[in-house]
C-alpha cells in the first residue's frame, strides 16, 4: 500500500472449498470470496466456513481493481474488495477500502462519478424503508436530508475481502438522503447517506463525491476503456458486430438497425433490446474529443428529449444531451437547447428549496424557478453508464440565477439534481473543431437583431421572405407528432430544443 503501514495483524487459512490460502488483512472483515475456486467464505472465530459459491463477476472495465491505493483525507488506504449490486435501471458497483488505520471505507458509483463513504453507527430510532417517500424532505442525526432513492437491490456478485456479504440474489431495499446545501462538512458537492436495509439494524454510511485524480491512486488498470476482443458481441436484433467503448455501459445503441440494448448484466449475459425508428442527427458526432472545464472529454452518448407543460400537454419542446466521459472525472452532460448551450453535472448533495419552492438555494447561491414540465426520452445513441431506454419519463423543475442553472427530475423512485452553467457556442466550436460549423451551433447566446443604419431595406425584404417560408414550414409541419416524429421546422431529422426548457441531463443514481 502506498504510503501506508502494514496491518498489525493478518489472518490466513485454508479454503473450506479448494484449501488455497484466504488472507483477511482487516479485523472488521468478516466474509471473504476465494480467489481460486470463487467461494463465499465466512471468518468464525480462527476457522473459516464456506457458505456457498459466488457468481462470477462480470468485467466493468473499470480502472479500479483489487490492491489499488491512494490517499485519501491523508489517509492511505487499499482497496480489498468489490461488490456489484444490481437495481432496476442496470447495476453498480462497490469498492472496499481499508485506511492504514484499520478503519474501513467504501468507494462507490454514483451518478456517473465516485463516492468516498464511511459507515456511521445506526440511528436508534431509524424509520422503516417504506417511510422514507422519494422527493421528501426527512432528518437524520438532526441533519435535514431529501430523500433521492428508494430502490429494491440485490447483490450480483462479489470479490476480495470484506465487512459483510448479503445474501447472494436476495432483494432488499436501499435508501439513499442527499444533504442540503454544501453539508455539515463544507464539501462542495454535499453528501449522499446510505441505509442498508439487507441487515437489521440497517448499514448507515455517508459519503462525499470525489474525483479519481484527487485520490492520488497507483496500481490502476492501464486504461478504463475495453479490451477490443472482450467487449466484441453481434446485435441481439439485427446481429451486426458490436464493440462496447466505455468502461462502464449500462446500454448502448446499435449503429445499424438503432435497437437499444441492455449491457446491464454485462457481455455474455442474455442482451435484451429495444426498437427504436426515426434515428437522430447528432450536430456532433459520437467519439469526438473535446477540450471543457480544463479536461480532455469523449462523446460518448446523445439523447433527443422532449418535454411538454403540465397544462398543455400538447405544446411540445425538444433538446439535445451529449454524455461526455474522462476516466478521471467521471461523466458530465453537454446539452444543447435553443435558449443555448450549458455543461451540466449531477449533484451529490441536493439543494434546499423554498417552503412554497419557487425557488432554491445551492453552493451559496439562490436560483428563481423557472419552469415545471413533463420529460420524456424520445431517442438515444451511444452507450450510457445507466440503463436508458426510449420512453423513459421524468417530472423536472429548472432553476436559474444568472448563467448558473440548477434542475431537478424526479421519477417514481428517485430523484436527481444537476447542476452547471450556459456556455457561448463558441466555445462548444472551439472545444470539439468544429468552427466551420458554427451557424449550426449559435443558439440565444447570439445578440438580438436590430435594425441599425448597416441593415439595408434589401436586407429587411429578403428577411421578410424568410420568415414568410418558415411560416409555410410551420404550417406543413403542424400535422405531425413531435413526441414521435422528431419533426421540426427546418424539415431536418433532427428537433433540436424548443421555446424553453432543456437544462436537464438524465441518469439513474449508479
Not at 404550417?475 to 414521435?484: I, K, M, N, Q, W
Request: hydrophobic share 35%; aromatic share 8%.
Amino acid at each position: 500500500m502506498a504510503g501506508a503501514s502494514s496491518p498489525q495483524r493478518a489472518y490466513r487459512a485454508p479454503c473450506p472449498g479448494c484449501g488455497a490460502p484466504v488472507e483477511f488483512r482487516s479485523a472488521q472483515s468478516t466474509h471473504a470470496v476465494c480467489a481460486y475456486c470463487q467461494s463465499m467464505v465466512v471468518r468464525q472465530g480462527d476457522t473459516l466456513a464456506r457458505l456457498g459459491k459466488m457468481a462470477e463477476l462480470f468485467d466493468d472495465h473499470s480502472p479500479l481493481q483489487l490492491q489499488a491505493s491512494g490517499r485519501w483525507k491523508n489517509k492511505a488506504f487499499t482497496l480489498v474488495g468489490r461488490l456489484q449490486y444490481k437495481y432496476d435501471e442496470g447495476s453498480w458497483t462497490e469498492w472496499h477500502a481499508l485506511l492504514e488505520d484499520g478503519s474501513s471505507a467504501c468507494l462507490s458509483e454514483d451518478n456517473g462519478a465516485y463516492v468516498f463513504a464511511t459507515p456511521l453507527p445506526s440511528p436508534r430510532e431509524l424509520p422503516a424503508a417504506e417511510h422514507f417517500r422519494v422527493g421528501a424532505t426527512t432528518a437524520i442525526g438532526g441533519r435535514p436530508f431529501n430523500v433521492a432513492s428508494n430502490s429494491q437491490v440485490a447483490l450480483l456478485s462479489a470479490q476480495g475481502e470484506l465487512p459483510r456479504l448479503p445474501e447472494l440474489g436476495r432483494a432488499f431495499t436501499l435508501v439513499e438522503l442527499r444533504s442540503q446545501g454544501a453539508g455539515a462538512s463544507g464539501h462542495a458537492q454535499g453528501e449522499v447517506l446510505s441505509i442498508d436495509y439487507s441487515s437489521q439494524p440497517p448499514d448507515v454510511s455517508i459519503g462525499q463525491s470525489v474525483r479519481l485524480e484527487e485520490l492520488g491512486l497507483s496500481g490502476l488498470r492501464d486504461e478504463s476503456v475495453k479490451n477490443e476482443t472482450g467487449r466484441q458481441f453481434n446485435c441481439p436484433h439485427c446481429a451486426a458486430q458490436l464493440t462496447a467503448l466505455l468502461a462502464s455501459s449500462k446500454s448502448m445503441t446499435c449503429d445499424s438497425c438503432h435497437s437499444i440494448i441492455d449491457l446491464s448484466q454485462g457481455i455474455g449475459a442474455e442482451l435484451r433490446h429495444a426498437v427504436q425508428d426515426e434515428p437522430v442527427s447528432p450536430l456532433i458526432a459520437l467519439g469526438s474529443q473535446g477540450a471543457l472545464q480544463g479536461a480532455q472529454w469523449q462523446v460518448v452518448g446523445f439523447q433527443h428529449r422532449m418535454g411538454s407543460e403540465p397544462n398543455d400537454p400538447d405544446e411540445l419542446f425538444g433538446w439535445d444531451e451529449y454524455l461526455l466521459y474522462n476516466a478521471q472525472r467521471g461523466f458530465i452532460f453537454l446539452v444543447d437547447s435553443t435558449e443555448g448551450w450549458s455543461v451540466v453535472q449531477p449533484c451529490t448533495g441536493a439543494p434546499e428549496m423554498s417552503d412554497g419552492q419557487q425557488s432554491a438555494s445551492y453552493r451559496g447561491s439562490s436560483y428563481q424557478l423557472k419552469e415545471s414540465y413533463n420529460a420524456e426520452t424520445t431517442y438515444v445513441a451511444g452507450e450510457f453508464y445507466w440503463q436508458v431506454s426510449r420512453g423513459q419519463k421524468t417530472w423536472n423543475r429548472d432553476f436559474v440565477s444568472g448563467k448558473s442553472l440548477l434542475t431537478m427530475e424526479q421519477s417514481s423512485n428517485e430523484v436527481t439534481w444537476s447542476a452547471g452553467s450556459r456556455i457561448d457556442s463558441d466555445l462548444v466550436a472551439r472545444a470539439f473543431k468544429l468552427e466551420g460549423r458554427k451557424e449550426l451551433l449559435q443558439r440565444s447566446d447570439v445578440g438580438p437583431f436590430s435594425a441599425a443604419k448597416s441593415v439595408g431595406i434589401g436586407t429587411v425584404i429578403v428577411l421578410l421572405v424568410v420568415l414568410l417560408l418558415v411560416l409555410v414550414l410551420l404550417s406543413r409541419c403542424s400535422g405531425c407528432d413531435p413526441a414521435t416524429e422528431n419533426c421540426s421546422a427546418s424539415g431536418s431529422a433532427r428537433s433540436s430544443g424548443g421555446s424553453y426548457g432543456g437544462y436537464s441531463s438524465g441518469g439513474g443514481h449508479k
